[in-house]
């Protein structure tokens, strides 16, 4: 480092700019937010700028529901050097709405974009030549820029990124990925001040979000399990053609943050892993320390991946959640979106957890293949209502370019317009098949979510649970979004 004055920079979470719209969700990515929790991803590209001795703050405009005007006033007396974005498809206009205020107010100052928009859809964020996509991964990409940036070096070729240079988009060669990330510090929660978060399936807090694998192996047709995974996957193939390898913690480096979080009062975690179950040896490791730190947590898993020793496990180490994706019972579909499960596989993953009492949700999606017709997910719905399980998710698939749903429904024509665009996988569908339109599918959504979450046996079930007028809110509060918007 040189005596030259460390930059400040800011993580930055812009508002919205339309008031019909509610804020993307930029963990996850592909939804807009139901309920608040924080992006394990852009804190740990903080902690990583803060080891390297910046100053770094965190600006979150959704979280204190502010306007674009209150941007406006903050940009105004701000004297960041850099601003960082964590961008997903969704939040696209909002974050060039971002860059052209921050190049009204903030001229000298540079934009660093990481997640997957500005890896897919640079063209949409490189505004100026202050702004830098850092694709795929960015934790390397942001320690090597920055330095460029504190020395006075070339700012253009730096690896991982795409920038304009001269008036033309210049894409720089990738970075290998991330193989262990147990070199990556601690997220940096202290960013959070005290933004508090709270997840109605856990029913307790403080509550955080925890990461201690990248990627997953399997090959789902539709799938993008989150939007660090998305841009991961994306920079990859572009070099490669093929899923990058999964990156894990290992169970020293996880309990380091168990122990961290335990001492700093948190008493939830919420797993964001793509798939937090592997194989039972490592499953122990992990529950162990869950188990001795007295968290309660929960996390994502495939159907295959339950064994009776794991609910076991599960069920003695605080876990009351278990998220399995399953999209369909249908086993036609399960077999065309290369879901690798079959229906008695499903089963039998339920039948395990609800033996050992560990709550389950199962998540499903509308439209993943042109086999999916009214009658199938209708006979979805009747096979969860039956199961008794706690939660589910009904969600509609989106063709995101990079996946081979996206290459299949351009070469048929089922896209409408002809090309992608961002949607709310909640809310609204850009597909028609041959049997089954967009808008047969967002009713069918729309009706799936009223038929199970407001039986009475449903309602009854959970009003039984709920311990506070607080818990209660923040459920119903979530549901009302997930229902009505």
């Known amino acids: 480092m040189t005596d030259k004055k460390m930059p400040k920079i800011t993580m930055l979470i812009p508002p919205v700019f339309r008031e019909d719209v509610k804020p993307a969700e930029r963990s996850a990515g592909c939804t807009r937010i139901v309920y608040p929790f924080p992006n394990i991803y852009e804190l740990t590209l903080a902690a990583v700028l803060e080891r390297e001795g910046y100053e770094v703050s965190l600006r979150d405009f959704v979280y204190d529901e502010e306007r674009p005007a209150d941007l406006e006033s903050f940009l105004k007396r701000d004297d960041s050097d850099v601003y960082c974005i964590w961008g997903v498809n969704l939040s696209i206009p909002d974050d060039a709405a971002t860059i052209k205020l921050i190049e009204k107010y903030r001229s000298n100052s540079y934009i660093l974009m990481a997640g997957p928009s500005g890896t897919y859809f640079p063209d949409s964020l490189l505004l100026n030549e202050r702004v830098v996509i850092m694709r795929g991964e960015p934790e390397e990409t942001a320690v090597e820029w920055m330095k460029r940036y504190l020395e006075g070096g070339n700012l253009t070729d730096v690896a991982g990124t795409t920038v304009l240079y001269e008036g033309k988009r210049k894409l720089n060669p990738s970075r290998p990925v991330t193989r262990s990330f147990d070199d990556l510090p601690i997220p940096a929660r202290h960013l959070l001040a005290d933004r508090k978060y709270h997840n109605p399936k856990l029913k307790t807090g403080p509550y955080t979000t925890m990461l201690t694998s990248r990627n997953c192996p399997y090959h789902c047709i539709y799938c993008v399990p989150s939007s660090l995974t998305f841009a991961r996957e994306l920079d990859y193939r572009s070099d490669h053609g093929r899923k990058p390898p999964i990156s894990f913690r290992s169970p020293e480096s996880v309990e ?11 008493k939830a975690i919420g797993f964001v892993d793509d798939n937090f179950i592997w194989n039972e040896e490592r499953t122990a490791a992990l529950c162990a320390l869950l188990k001795k730190y007295g968290f309660v947590w929960g996390c994502q898993a495939r159907v295959d991946a339950i064994t009776e020793p794991i609910a076991k496990m599960l069920s003695e180490s605080g876990c009351l959640y278990v998220d399995l994706g399953m999209e369909s019972f249908d086993e036609e579909v399960l077999k065309y979106i290369k879901k690798g499960i079959t229906q008695a596989q499903i089963y039998e993953a339920i039948g395990l957890l609800q033996k050992y009492k560990v709550p389950v949700k199962l998540n499903f999606l509308i439209g993943t293949s042109p086999l999916e017709t009214k009658e199938t997910i209708k006979d ?18 989106s063709p995101f370019p990079g996946t081979e749903l996206y290459d299949l429904a351009k070469k048929n024509g089922w896209i409408e317009s002809g090309e992608y665009r961002p949607t709310d996988v909640q809310r609204e569908s850009i597909l028609n098949y041959p049997h089954l339109s967009a808008r047969e599918m967002e009713r069918l959504l ?10 009475p046996s449903f309602v009854w079930k959970h009003l039984r649970r709920f311990r506070s007028w607080g818990e209660f809110y923040s459920a119903a509060k979530a549901l009302k979004v997930k229902l009505f918007g």
Do not use: P, W
Request: glycine fraction near 6%; hydrophobic fraction near 45%; aromatic fraction near 12%.
């Open 446 to 455: 729309f009706r799936s979510n009223l038929s199970f979450f407001l039986r």
């Open 256 to 266: 380091e943050e168990l122990k961290a979080l335990h001492r700093d009062g948190y």
């Open 380 to 397: 979805t719905l009747r096979r969860a209502k039956k199961l008794g399980v706690d939660q589910v998710m009904f969600n509609i698939v």
